[in-house]
């Protein structure tokens, strides 16, 4: 069964900073990976997705990479702000029909 | 922007209730999808169903689940007779199809007491 883990599970930045999430996969096989932010007691709010065939992809202030072979995903968050606080979540899609998701990243930009 | 839509947002029961949680997808969509996310926990594939067919269930997705299309815009899951530990936020998604991004609604908050 496909095990996510995600590293660290929180951190707190001044606002400005650079920051990387990490999201990591026990099989390789997978069929694509989305990122999702969820602000305390609401849904998921879709950010990214990854196919498998690709190795990054781009939206504003946020770049997500994939590494296959070694399992890994990052998600790039350029010029952090407040609004950024939120839990980062990454899911890797099994065959397109599910996702499994990591404990994801509590993220707080300090003003 | 169309969003997927849930209803109740929170549903309180007694164990051993029926409960039916409510979603509607995005209007174009073809694939939905139940998941949940016991309070602290990651969150948990239920179900996908294309075509008015389950595609994919999980372990946790046992006879005591269904789910369900009545009409062209809803979408339900029914837990049958409820435990305590299906105490757990319940999320709807949608896509287009396998390739794209899923959507995801706000949720319903099941407390089962």
């Known amino acids: 069964k496909q095990e996510v883990t995600q590293i660290p599970a929180a951190l707190s930045v001044p606002e400005g900073e650079n920051l990387v999430l990490n999201c990591s996969f026990t099989d390789s096989a997978i069929y694509n990976l989305q990122w999702f932010r969820q602000d305390p007691g609401k849904g998921l709010t879709s950010l990214l997705l990854i196919q498998s065939s690709q190795r990054e992809q781009t939206s504003g202030r946020l770049n997500a990479s994939l590494d296959k072979s070694s399992g890994r995903s990052t998600l790039y968050i350029a010029a952090s702000q407040p609004g950024d606080s939120a839990t980062y979540l990454c899911a890797v899609g099994k065959n397109g029909n599910q996702f499994y998701f990591g404990t994801g990243t509590s993220l707080t930009v300090i003003p | 922007e169309p969003e997927v839509t849930q209803t109740p947002s929170h549903q309180v029961t007694q164990m051993g209730q029926e409960v039916i949680l409510r979603c509607v997808p995005i209007s174009n969509h073809l694939y939905f999808y139940w998941y949940r996310q016991i309070l602290g926990q990651k969150v948990e594939f239920l179900v996908s169903f294309y075509n008015n067919e389950i595609s994919e269930k999980s372990e946790i997705f046992d006879d005591q689940f269904s789910v369900e299309r009545p009409d062209g815009s809803n979408f339900t899951l029914k837990i049958r007779s409820t435990k305590l530990e299906d105490s757990a936020m319940y999320f709807c998604?949608?896509?287009?199809?396998?390739?794209?991004?899923?959507?995801f609604g706000p949720g319903t908050r099941l407390t089962v007491l």
């Open positions: 998604a949608s896509s287009v199809d396998t390739y794209n991004e899923q959507f």
